[in-house]
């Protein structure tokens, strides 16, 4: 700093000029150029001689000063600091660098870029990098990701190194599943690395939720329920619990190396129902319809299930109930009758939730899944007085599968649920109907 700057930052850091000067500096960074005004408002007496000494005016008796930055270099150039560059005198005066607004923003863009860039080269795998991009693209749910990065970005940086290494290990990749503990202890050393509720669960959940809309076409939630984090985990294998994560089916089958397994086989002969867990539906490699079925009714409640159970108690048809949510055990037992070739009957309830679960089986099986008495028609036999909010009629905007669109708009009308238990007659003449050919 040469001598007449020093001289001049000196004295502009008097007082009268201790509001004028960062101002003057604001200004700048908006601009990225000497250009506009500023105005000080409700002048002191010292600000009044200070200011108006530099720019040659009385400003006695003055309430403020409305003044250019180019207007003031050129006072400048008028006093004994001529020559003193007005964002040098400010640097100098202020003792900080006047970097430009503009140029602060690409400068954090292009660090934001190469941040990005090294996780896009840490981890070239094809998942990582579809999710990758929407992160960048600040894509819906991307948002905890953008924060994480403004408040932390070596933390952010470790954290998603875990969850990218995550992802390429997924246990639905081998069609197999895991526990989430020993999962998390697997990849990050801590078998609570991935719990939902720290930070590094919930970038996993949100890279989750962004891989199964990219197959479903399905939306992106905001925050999910607890219900909805578990039936994610369970999509991709990952479960809290392989004995309470469970299906319950009739008249099926299931083999291991070709080989019937006895439980099974022992329910199937007794014409029993059987409570199926995860544990025991990944001994199966190969689930088995009876002679002559093509078709495996799916029932969503436990109720009505156990209604149709007992109206055919002694020759029951292949049947299977998700209670409620799909959870893993759900899809493990699903995907291995699709590989049998049956065909699914899919029958819940008409609200939301309901639809949405039965688009959701038909997006992951196509042209094998029939939605099951969803006609608008059945929905009048089951409506109810039991009204839906708006908030949750609003998901009824994500039903895109053509065979239920009618019903979604009708319910979206009525703005009423209805539910199975009263079409259960009606369920049972479709299983006697489709039973011709069959011994049931």
Not at 215 to 237: A, N, P, R, S
Not at 305 to 331: I, K, W
Not at 361 to 377: E, N, Q
Request: hydrophobic letters at 40%; aromatic letters at 8%.
């Amino acid at each position: 700093m040469d001598s007449k700057l020093r001289e001049a930052a000196n004295y502009f850091s008097q007082p009268g000029f201790q509001r004028l000067l960062p101002r003057m500096a604001q200004r700048y960074r908006g601009l990225g150029r000497i250009g506009g005004t500023v105005t000080i408002s409700n002048l002191t007496t010292q600000e009044q001689q200070s200011i108006g000494g530099v720019l040659g005016k009385d400003l006695t008796g003055k309430k403020s000063v409305t003044l250019g930055l180019a207007q003031f270099q050129e006072a400048l150039g008028q006093t004994k600091f001529a020559g003193v560059d007005l964002i040098d005198l400010l640097t100098a005066a202020l003792k900080q660098d006047l970097i430009p607004k503009s140029e602060e923003r690409r400068a954090r863009q292009e660090m934001r870029m190469r941040y990005f860039q090294s996780l896009r080269k840490g981890h070239p795998h094809v998942l990582c990098q579809d999710w990758l991009g929407h992160i960048e693209d600040s894509g819906p749910g991307a948002r905890v990701i953008q924060m994480a990065y403004s408040a932390d970005p070596k933390q952010l940086k470790s954290d998603l190194d875990q969850v990218l290494t995550a992802l390429t290990q997924l246990p639905s990749a081998d069609n197999t599943y895991c526990r989430l503990p020993m999962w998390a202890a697997k990849i990050t050393g801590n078998p609570h690395g991935f719990d939902p509720d720290t930070p590094r669960g919930k970038y996993l959940l949100a890279a989750l939720q962004f891989i199964r809309t990219q197959t479903e076409h399905t939306e992106i939630q905001g925050k999910l329920t607890g219900e909805q984090v578990w039936e994610l985990l369970d999509h991709f294998g990952i479960v809290r619990d392989d004995l309470l994560n469970f299906v319950t089916c009739a008249s099926l089958l299931a083999s291991k190396h070709q080989q019937i397994i006895p439980l099974w086989h022992e329910a199937y002969k007794a014409n029993s129902v059987l409570n199926l867990p995860v544990r025991e539906l990944a001994k199966a490699d190969q689930v088995l319809l009876p002679d002559n079925h093509t078709v495996v009714f799916v029932l969503e409640n436990s109720g009505v299930f156990s209604d149709l159970a007992d109206t055919f108690e002694g020759n029951l048809p292949p049947m299977v109930c998700t209670h409620g949510q799909f959870r893993l055990a759900t899809y493990l037992l699903l995907d291995r009758l699709i590989v049998a070739g049956a065909e699914i009957w899919y029958s819940g309830d008409f609200d939301p939730e309901g639809l949405l679960m039965a688009q959701r089986l038909i997006s992951r099986y196509p042209d094998r899944v029939k939605p099951w008495r969803y006609s608008p028609g059945d929905y009048q036999t089951c409506i109810s007085n039991v009204s839906i909010p708006s908030r949750r009629l609003k998901q009824l905007d994500r039903i895109h599968c053509q065979e239920l669109r009618k019903t979604a708009a009708e319910i979206k009308e009525t703005a009423r649920a209805g539910y199975q238990e009263n079409l259960v007659t009606l369920l049972a003449e479709d299983i006697r109907k489709q039973a011709k050919n069959m011994l049931i």
